[in-house]
């Protein structure tokens, strides 16, 4: 389907010197981090409307639609850990939310406010509290795709990711169809995405 970025924090591991650099830019930025727990019911909207500017705006609405209901109940039945950056002005500014199974984590949400200056870092210090909360509990990180260099420089190692279809319940036609396809995914997909780190 696609090459993703897997960070492996189930073992204990060496910073990354922007690992470290996005820490201190924590630490030392305005923005205060806003934990799950402390969410405010407009928060859930301001959060939709974040995942919206970077996710639908700027890339494609063919990705999932969060509202800010559905943020709310997943918030609620504990299916995403939401986390953000407030500013000076009170206004959540960026926001992520993290899913776990087992031992390993994946981040579905991911919003900013694409107004502000790129040099603030809002995009670092989001991905830098998902990647703190995997390590400190020690969880296979799935970064998903995209921002290759980004997320290499911080611990994570390509691998392929698969999609599965069951096809033994179709006709003959449509199981050859899907096989030739799958064969041809192999062959000249896996390695044009591997090579150009697709």
Same mark, same amino acid.
């Given at each position: @389907?696609?090459? !993703?970025? !897997?960070?492996?924090?189930?073992?204990?591991?060496?910073?990354?010197?922007?690992?470290?650099?996005?820490?201190?830019?924590?630490?030392?930025?305005?923005?205060?981090?806003?934990?799950?727990?402390?969410?405010?019911?407009?928060?859930?909207?301001?959060?939709?409307?974040?995942?919206?500017?970077?996710?639908?705006?700027?890339?494609?609405?063919?990705?999932?639609?969060? /509202?800010?209901?559905?943020?709310?109940?997943?918030?609620?039945? #504990?299916?995403? /850990?939401? &986390?953000?950056?407030? #500013?000076?002005?009170?206004?959540?500014? #960026?926001?992520?939310?993290?899913?776990?199974?087992?031992?390993?984590? /994946?981040?579905?949400? =991911?919003?900013?406010?694409?107004?502000?200056?790129?040099?603030?870092?809002?995009?670092?210090?989001?991905?830098?509290?998902?990647?703190?909360?995997? !390590? @400190?509990?020690?969880?296979?990180?799935?970064?998903?795709?995209?921002?290759?260099?980004?997320?290499?420089?911080?611990?994570?190692?390509?691998?392929?990711? +698969?999609?599965?279809? +069951?096809?033994?319940? =179709?006709?003959?036609?449509?199981?050859?169809? /899907?096989?030739?396809?799958? #064969?041809?995914?192999?062959?000249?997909?896996?390695?044009?995405?591997?090579? &150009?780190?697709?």
């Amino acid at each position: @389907a696609r090459q !993703i970025y !897997i960070a492996d924090h189930r073992a204990a591991g060496k910073m990354t010197k922007d690992m470290r650099k996005d820490r201190k830019l924590l630490r030392t930025s305005v923005y205060a981090i806003v934990d799950s727990n402390d969410f405010a019911v407009k928060d859930f909207s301001r959060a939709a409307e974040l995942y919206q500017m970077l996710y639908l705006d700027r890339y494609s609405w063919q990705n999932p639609q969060y /509202t800010a209901r559905y943020l709310a109940k997943a918030h609620e039945a #504990g299916v995403l /850990t939401l &986390f953000g950056m407030r #500013g000076p002005d009170g206004q959540l500014d #960026g926001v992520g939310g993290v899913f776990r199974i087992g031992q390993s984590m /994946t981040m579905p949400l =991911l919003g900013l406010d694409t107004d502000k200056p790129k040099d603030i870092g809002l995009y670092r210090m989001l991905c830098a509290i998902a990647q703190d909360r995997a !390590i @400190a509990d020690r969880l296979l990180y799935n970064r998903s795709a995209g921002a290759a260099g980004f997320k290499r420089n911080r611990g994570a190692v390509p691998a392929i990711e +698969y999609t599965g279809v +069951y096809v033994d319940h =179709l006709g003959a036609g449509p199981r050859r169809a /899907t096989r030739a396809l799958a #064969g041809i995914l192999r062959r000249v997909g896996v390695p044009l995405l591997q090579r &150009f780190a697709l």
